[in-house]
Protein backbone atom coordinates (compact mmCIF):
# COMPACT_ATOMS: atom_id res chain seq x y z
CA UNK A 1 0.00 0.00 0.00
CA UNK A 2 2.73 2.18 0.47
CA UNK A 3 5.36 0.53 -1.68
CA UNK A 4 3.49 0.84 -4.33
CA UNK A 5 4.27 -1.21 -7.71
CA UNK A 6 5.72 -0.62 -11.12
CA UNK A 7 4.21 2.13 -12.90
CA UNK A 8 2.20 3.50 -9.75
CA UNK A 9 2.49 7.24 -8.27
CA UNK A 10 1.64 6.07 -4.60
CA UNK A 11 0.28 7.79 -2.15
CA UNK A 12 3.81 8.84 -1.19
CA UNK A 13 3.92 10.82 -4.29
CA UNK A 14 0.71 12.54 -3.68
CA UNK A 15 1.92 13.41 -0.20
CA UNK A 16 5.50 14.86 -2.14
CA UNK A 17 3.40 17.09 -4.82
CA UNK A 18 1.15 18.32 -1.58
CA UNK A 19 4.47 19.35 0.38
CA UNK A 20 5.85 20.44 -2.59
CA UNK A 21 2.59 22.91 -3.31
CA UNK A 22 2.16 23.83 0.49
CA UNK A 23 5.14 23.48 2.89
CA UNK A 24 7.39 26.88 2.43
CA UNK A 25 10.11 25.25 4.24
CA UNK A 26 12.59 23.12 2.62
CA UNK A 27 12.16 19.54 2.97
CA UNK A 28 13.71 16.09 1.99
CA UNK A 29 12.15 12.89 1.42
CA UNK A 30 14.62 10.04 2.74
CA UNK A 31 14.67 6.54 3.58
CA UNK A 32 17.13 3.19 2.90
CA UNK A 33 15.34 1.52 -0.28
CA UNK A 34 14.09 3.02 -3.25
CA UNK A 35 12.00 0.54 -5.69
CA UNK A 36 8.44 -0.42 -6.29
CA UNK A 37 7.67 -4.05 -6.11
CA UNK A 38 7.14 -5.76 -9.46
CA UNK A 39 4.21 -7.68 -9.49
CA UNK A 40 6.06 -9.87 -12.93
CA UNK A 41 9.38 -11.06 -10.88
CA UNK A 42 7.19 -10.84 -7.40
CA UNK A 43 9.78 -8.59 -5.45
CA UNK A 44 10.67 -5.01 -5.22
CA UNK A 45 13.01 -4.60 -8.18
CA UNK A 46 11.33 -1.62 -10.22
CA UNK A 47 12.27 1.47 -10.10
CA UNK A 48 8.98 2.59 -12.78
CA UNK A 49 7.59 4.82 -11.16
CA UNK A 50 4.95 6.56 -13.12
CA UNK A 51 6.83 9.85 -12.66
CA UNK A 52 10.29 9.53 -13.02
CA UNK A 53 11.34 12.62 -11.21
CA UNK A 54 9.20 11.76 -8.13
CA UNK A 55 12.24 11.48 -5.12
CA UNK A 56 11.75 7.61 -4.69
CA UNK A 57 13.45 7.35 -1.03
CA UNK A 58 11.30 5.23 1.35
CA UNK A 59 11.07 2.69 3.96
CA UNK A 60 8.11 0.31 2.67
CA UNK A 61 7.96 -3.21 1.59
CA UNK A 62 5.36 -5.56 0.26
CA UNK A 63 4.20 -7.96 2.54
CA UNK A 64 6.46 -6.22 5.55
CA UNK A 65 4.53 -5.06 8.65
CA UNK A 66 5.45 -4.05 12.39
CA UNK A 67 7.25 -7.09 12.76
CA UNK A 68 9.51 -6.38 10.15
CA UNK A 69 9.88 -2.77 10.50
CA UNK A 70 10.53 -2.63 14.34
CA UNK A 71 13.54 -4.36 14.15
CA UNK A 72 14.79 -2.09 11.03
CA UNK A 73 13.39 1.80 11.77
CA UNK A 74 16.11 2.31 14.56
CA UNK A 75 19.68 2.16 11.68
CA UNK A 76 16.97 3.47 8.90
CA UNK A 77 16.27 6.76 11.12
CA UNK A 78 19.98 6.89 12.21
CA UNK A 79 21.41 6.86 8.67
CA UNK A 80 18.35 9.18 6.97
CA UNK A 81 18.64 11.50 9.23
CA UNK A 82 14.51 11.09 9.26
CA UNK A 83 12.45 13.29 11.87
CA UNK A 84 8.80 12.81 10.75
CA UNK A 85 7.42 9.83 10.10
CA UNK A 86 4.44 8.49 8.15
CA UNK A 87 3.16 4.81 9.09
CA UNK A 88 1.03 3.25 7.97
CA UNK A 89 1.27 -0.40 9.19
CA UNK A 90 -1.06 -3.00 10.65
CA UNK A 91 -3.14 -5.15 7.58
CA UNK A 92 -0.24 -7.56 6.62
CA UNK A 93 0.84 -8.44 10.21
CA UNK A 94 -3.07 -8.94 11.32
CA UNK A 95 -3.71 -10.56 7.88
CA UNK A 96 -0.77 -13.49 8.80
CA UNK A 97 1.82 -12.78 11.47
CA UNK A 98 0.14 -11.58 14.40
CA UNK A 99 -3.19 -11.29 16.48
CA UNK A 100 -4.25 -7.47 17.44
CA UNK A 101 -2.31 -7.35 21.25
CA UNK A 102 1.25 -8.56 19.54
CA UNK A 103 0.77 -6.43 16.46
CA UNK A 104 0.55 -2.91 19.32
CA UNK A 105 3.48 -4.42 21.17
CA UNK A 106 5.30 -4.50 17.90
CA UNK A 107 3.85 -1.22 17.26
CA UNK A 108 5.45 0.02 20.64
CA UNK A 109 8.78 -1.54 19.97
CA UNK A 110 8.81 0.33 16.54
CA UNK A 111 8.39 4.18 18.49
CA UNK A 112 11.03 3.06 21.21
CA UNK A 113 13.46 2.30 18.09
CA UNK A 114 12.56 5.41 16.54
CA UNK A 115 13.46 7.36 19.28
CA UNK A 116 16.53 5.18 20.21
CA UNK A 117 18.15 6.69 17.21
CA UNK A 118 16.52 10.35 17.38
CA UNK A 119 14.96 11.17 20.77
CA UNK A 120 12.89 13.95 18.69
CA UNK A 121 11.78 12.11 16.20
CA UNK A 122 7.79 12.93 15.08
CA UNK A 123 5.50 10.14 13.96
CA UNK A 124 2.14 10.25 11.88
CA UNK A 125 0.26 6.68 12.36
CA UNK A 126 -2.25 5.78 10.29
CA UNK A 127 -4.90 2.67 11.76
CA UNK A 128 -5.82 -0.01 9.34
CA UNK A 129 -7.82 1.15 6.62
CA UNK A 130 -10.87 -0.70 5.30
CA UNK A 131 -9.82 -3.47 3.20
CA UNK A 132 -11.93 -6.61 1.20
CA UNK A 133 -11.00 -9.29 3.52
CA UNK A 134 -12.65 -6.97 6.72
CA UNK A 135 -15.49 -6.69 4.63
CA UNK A 136 -15.67 -10.54 4.00
CA UNK A 137 -14.73 -11.81 7.29
CA UNK A 138 -15.96 -10.80 10.57
CA UNK A 139 -13.77 -12.04 13.23
CA UNK A 140 -10.96 -10.75 10.83
CA UNK A 141 -12.64 -7.49 11.15
CA UNK A 142 -13.19 -7.29 14.72
CA UNK A 143 -9.61 -7.86 14.85
CA UNK A 144 -8.54 -5.04 12.88
CA UNK A 145 -11.11 -2.85 15.06
CA UNK A 146 -9.50 -4.20 18.36
CA UNK A 147 -5.66 -3.28 17.03
CA UNK A 148 -7.07 0.33 16.24
CA UNK A 149 -8.16 0.57 19.07
CA UNK A 150 -4.92 -0.62 21.08
CA UNK A 151 -3.25 1.56 18.15
CA UNK A 152 -4.82 4.78 19.47
CA UNK A 153 -4.21 3.94 23.11
CA UNK A 154 -0.40 3.40 22.30
CA UNK A 155 -0.38 6.66 20.58
CA UNK A 156 -1.57 8.38 24.00
CA UNK A 157 0.13 6.81 26.36
CA UNK A 158 3.50 7.23 24.26
CA UNK A 159 3.00 10.70 22.86
CA UNK A 160 5.97 13.13 24.63
CA UNK A 161 5.85 17.12 24.06
CA UNK A 162 9.71 16.47 22.89
CA UNK A 163 8.68 13.20 20.43
CA UNK A 164 5.11 13.67 19.56
CA UNK A 165 3.62 11.11 18.38
CA UNK A 166 -0.19 11.18 16.33
CA UNK A 167 -3.16 9.01 15.29
CA UNK A 168 -4.03 10.76 11.78
CA UNK A 169 -8.03 9.74 11.09
CA UNK A 170 -9.00 6.89 8.71
CA UNK A 171 -10.87 9.17 5.89
CA UNK A 172 -14.32 8.60 6.19
CA UNK A 173 -15.13 8.54 2.64
CA UNK A 174 -12.68 5.78 2.19
CA UNK A 175 -14.56 2.91 -0.05
CA UNK A 176 -12.55 -0.50 -1.00
CA UNK A 177 -14.65 -0.13 -4.14
CA UNK A 178 -13.81 3.04 -5.59
CA UNK A 179 -10.83 3.56 -3.98
CA UNK A 180 -8.27 0.36 -4.35
CA UNK A 181 -7.92 -1.43 -7.54
CA UNK A 182 -8.65 -4.74 -5.71
CA UNK A 183 -10.10 -4.11 -2.63
CA UNK A 184 -7.21 -3.55 -0.67
CA UNK A 185 -4.47 -1.66 -2.18
CA UNK A 186 -4.95 2.09 -3.61
CA UNK A 187 -5.76 3.56 -6.84
CA UNK A 188 -5.43 6.97 -7.63
CA UNK A 189 -8.28 7.86 -5.70
CA UNK A 190 -7.15 6.37 -2.52
CA UNK A 191 -3.63 7.82 -2.93
CA UNK A 192 -5.03 10.81 -2.60
CA UNK A 193 -6.96 10.23 0.42
CA UNK A 194 -4.16 8.64 2.79
CA UNK A 195 -1.81 11.36 1.60
CA UNK A 196 -4.58 13.75 2.81
CA UNK A 197 -5.03 11.52 6.20
CA UNK A 198 -1.20 11.96 6.78
CA UNK A 199 -1.39 15.74 5.37
CA UNK A 200 -4.28 16.74 7.48
CA UNK A 201 -2.37 15.64 11.00
CA UNK A 202 0.68 17.26 10.36
CA UNK A 203 -1.31 20.27 9.03
CA UNK A 204 -3.89 20.62 12.46
CA UNK A 205 -0.80 19.35 14.79
CA UNK A 206 2.45 20.79 13.20
CA UNK A 207 1.32 23.47 10.82
CA UNK A 208 3.27 21.78 8.16
CA UNK A 209 1.93 21.93 4.66
CA UNK A 210 -1.61 23.22 4.07
CA UNK A 211 -4.95 22.08 3.81
CA UNK A 212 -4.79 18.95 1.09
CA UNK A 213 -6.32 19.66 -1.81
CA UNK A 214 -5.09 17.84 -5.37
CA UNK A 215 -2.12 19.47 -6.48
CA UNK A 216 -2.04 22.01 -9.38
CA UNK A 217 1.65 22.08 -9.91
CA UNK A 218 4.37 22.50 -8.24
CA UNK A 219 5.78 25.57 -5.80
CA UNK A 220 9.12 26.63 -4.35
CA UNK A 221 9.48 25.71 -1.09
CA UNK A 222 11.70 27.41 1.24
CA UNK A 223 12.64 25.96 6.16
CA UNK A 224 12.42 22.59 7.91
CA UNK A 225 12.01 18.93 6.76
CA UNK A 226 12.97 14.70 6.19
CA UNK A 227 9.73 12.84 5.99
CA UNK A 228 9.59 9.12 5.03
CA UNK A 229 6.85 6.25 4.22
CA UNK A 230 6.38 2.70 4.07
CA UNK A 231 4.44 -0.12 2.68
CA UNK A 232 2.89 -1.96 4.36
CA UNK A 233 4.44 0.89 5.20
CA UNK A 234 6.22 4.19 6.03
CA UNK A 235 7.73 6.53 4.84
CA UNK A 236 10.21 9.84 6.67
CA UNK A 237 10.58 13.61 5.98
CA UNK A 238 13.93 15.23 7.39
CA UNK A 239 13.51 18.90 8.21
Known amino acids: MTIGSAGEHTWRYRMWQHLRATYRAPFEVVGPRETLYDK ?16 RAHLAGWGEGWLHMA ?4 ESVRSCRADVLLVSLGLIDLGFYTNAEQTAANAREFVTEARAANPHVRVVLLPVIPNVRAEADAPFAAEVARFNELLAKTAANLDDPTSPLLMASIPESYDI ?6 GTHPNANGEHKLAAAFAGAMHQAWGIGGEYGEPTGSASHPAPGRTWGRGSSHRAVRR
Open 71 to 74: PAIR
Open 40 to 55: ATQGPTSYEYADPDFP
Open 177 to 182: HTDTYD
